[in-house]
């Protein structure tokens, strides 16, 4: 496995397609850059565990426009629009708002902070199922030819020739 090949590929995203929603990426694209991005992260949580500092939390929210506009491209790759990730990203930030919002009404009202634990745990239920189908659609082969998101991608394989 060349290494340097996942390394640029996960480089060339973030800096060349930050917010790139137009075009389609393959299967192998978009899950070797989700694995390289998961290490980064693991990395960034340890690092920023030992000298306690939030870097993996800066990391997650650097990364997040890149993460989002490449599951958006996979997602046109199979010929679906790639909007769905929006409602993921939308329904995540409304579990983290109202998670708040949870928490400081039961830090100053008490068990009537507890009212909105229903709420939140229906967003909760709702980011699951959004979660479930998206994996679903990025495990699918895309179209082979053009579609109407355009070309096919380059097949991208980092094992060595």
Sequence with gaps: MDTQAIFDNYKRTITE????????????????????????????????SILHLPLGELYNLAVLLPAMSIGARRQQDIGKNGQLVWILLILVAITQVVGVLTALTFAFAGLFGLLFVPGLSLIGIACLVVAVVLIWFWCQPGDPGPNAFGPAPPTFDPRPV
């Design 17 to 48: 397609h930050y917010f790139d929603m137009s075009g389609r990426v393959g299967r192998g694209q978009f899950w070797w850059f989700v694995l390289a991005n998961f290490i980064a992260s693991l990395l960034a949580h340890i690092v920023g």
